[in-house]
């Protein structure tokens, strides 16, 4: 049996068994809540597997995704049977995992189970269809293919220069007024427990990460496809800015998302990638920093400093505790609590309700005083954990999963798992040249493969629009600093051989 026997018999089976489960779910029979925590772990560990010995390290589009689904959707369910307690809000919202929460979490599992499935099962499909890069996702040389002539872009290495650092002053000013306007660094770190409140007309503000990551990546590839120095001057004040605005955005979301993500993924396209023990080093260092900063500049605020005093007398225990239970990793209970919903017949389908909110994020509250609070996290708190929702409009996270099923049921959780899968798949390491690819074709996937982790685990009101907005920004910034060519044809009308789509002007 060749090798493409066995992934369709696979992926066969596992379609069979996820049609089963469903139909099972579907008349409300009861499924094995271990059982179905066992079926999911087995399907991403099976994914990273394959993403590790194909690409020598995990940091791809399935492989963090697989990474978010096991945090997520398998430590979070096993912790939860563990010590019996759920809680999607606060802690005071927690309550005992009764048989009845059982068997909604079990449902909420089959669900899981069909959004990662279909997910993979688009994402590998279109992979089929085009090659994907080999040792190291290093993009590997192909020959030059004979073509009608092509339009081509010159890229201005200055204009990149001032782009990197006029983004990064930009942020700068805006950390200034942010925590200027709040009192001083003691007073704005402490109001970043209640975010929603606290920024409340100058969220965007918290965002100046993004344009700096932005001009980062594009400058370093620039730079590195030019042949000079990638990490010049500018380059290093904005890895800088962009360090202290990450730090300053008060979660551990823009931290890894925003900032470190971005730059290992750089330097994973980059001639020396790190190697997947680097990566497991590195990895384990910034989970114990993130979620130590989790805890200092938020959780101890909300607790009045207990989870502070416990991480002084046992680190290791409290971050522990931290990884699987902090408040960023609770998407699985809102799950299970509106599968408990659906089963009290305490539940009417959105029918596309929050997801057609997602357009007024782009819009600021002081032009549209009215505009939405939210998507699918803000109707999900606001109904169903209305204590933790409260005045200050404190949300929890639904997930992609609970917004798929909240809108259109099992046929709208596949139809999210598809989606995603097909922008996924755009993102994975390809095996065209990277001299042949434009310069805007290798930044995206640089920074919108970290984003992937907040649209599996938020709504597409926060996650789908900071990914349109991303790539926004990344195409206006590319045509900003770029002019449009047409290479000459040569005498016999072909176009001359050209050894990249960008051209270089210093």
């Given amino acids: ?19 089963s489960l469903v139909i099972v779910s579907l008349l409300d029979q009861a499924v094995s809540y271990p059982a179905m925590i066992a079926v999911l772990a087995l399907l991403l560990i099976g994914v990273l597997v394959r993403e590790v010995h194909v690409h020598r390290h995990p940091l791809t589009p399935a492989g963090i995704v697989a990474a978010t689904g096991l945090l997520l959707f398998v430590l979070r369910p096993l912790t939860i049977l563990t010590n019996r307690v759920t809680s999607p809000g606060a802690i005071a919202d927690s309550r005992f995992f009764s048989p009845t929460l059982v068997l909604a979490g079990s449902a909420a599992l089959v669900q899981c189970l069909v959004f990662f499935l279909v997910f993979f099962l688009v994402y590998y499909a279109l992979a089929a269809r085009r090659p994907e890069t080999g040792e190291a996702g290093l993009l590997q040389d192909g020959p030059t293919i004979p073509g009608p002539i092509r339009q081509r872009r010159v ?13 990064s ?22 109001g970043l427990a209640v975010r929603s409140e606290f920024l409340s007309g100058r969220a965007f503000l918290a965002l100046a990460y993004v344009p700096v990551q932005i001009g980062l990546v594009l400058n370093v590839l620039h730079r590195r496809r030019a042949g000079v120095r990638p990490w010049d001057w ?7 800015v962009l360090v202290v605005a990450g730090l300053t955005a008060g979660g551990r979301g823009p931290l890894v998302i925003g900032v470190v993500l971005p730059l290992v993924l750089l330097k994973q396209v980059g001639p020396k990638p790190f190697r997947l023990r680097g990566i497991a080093v590195m990895g384990t260092g910034l989970l114990v920093v993130a979620l130590t900063y989790s805890i200092v500049v938020r959780t101890s605020n909300f607790d009045q400093g207990r989870s502070l005093a416990e991480l002084r007398t046992d680190p290791a225990a409290v971050l522990l505790s931290q990884l699987t239970s902090g ?19 305490d539940f009417e389908l959105q029918r596309g309700a929050t997801y057609a909110a997602v357009p007024a994020w782009f819009v600021p509250r002081a032009l549209w005083a009215d505009k939405p609070n939210g998507g699918g996290n803000t109707w999900f708190t ?14 929890t996270s639904l997930s992609a999963v609970g917004e798929g099923y909240a809108n259109f049921g099992y046929g709208g959780v596949a139809v999210a798992g598809a989606a995603f899968g097909a ?35 938020g709504d597409l009101y926060q996650g789908g629009s900071l990914t349109i907005a991303t790539v926004i920004l990344t195409t206006g910034a590319y045509l900003l600093v770029s002019t449009s060519t047409s290479p000459s044809a040569t005498r016999d009308g072909t176009a001359p051989p050209a050894p990249r789509r960008d051209t270089v002007l210093r």
């Fill in 169 to 190: 002053a930009v942020a700068a000013g805006g950390i200034g007024y942010l925590v200027l306007s709040s009192g001083g660094p003691a007073a704005y770190f402490a």
């Fill in 1 to 19: 049996m060749n090798r493409q026997s066995v992934v369709a018999l696979g992926l066969g089976s596992a379609t069979a068994i996820v049609a």
């Fill in 423 to 457: 922008l996924a798949s755009a993102l994975r390491p390809r095996r065209r040249s990277g001299a042949d690819r434009s310069l805007l074709a290798a930044a995206l996937p640089v920074v919108l493969t970290p984003l992937l982790f907040s649209l599996v685990r």
């Fill in 382 to 395: 606001r109904e169903y954990v209305p204590r933790f929702y409260g005045t200050a409009r404190i949300e």
């Fill in 327 to 345: 408040a960023e990793t609770r998407p699985f209970d809102s799950l299970v609590r509106l599968n408990e919903a659906a089963a009290e017949d």
């Fill in 155 to 167: 890229v201005s290495t200055a204009g990149l220069r001032y782009l990197a650092l006029g983004a």
């Fill in 234 to 240: 500018a380059n290093i004040v904005a890895l800088t």
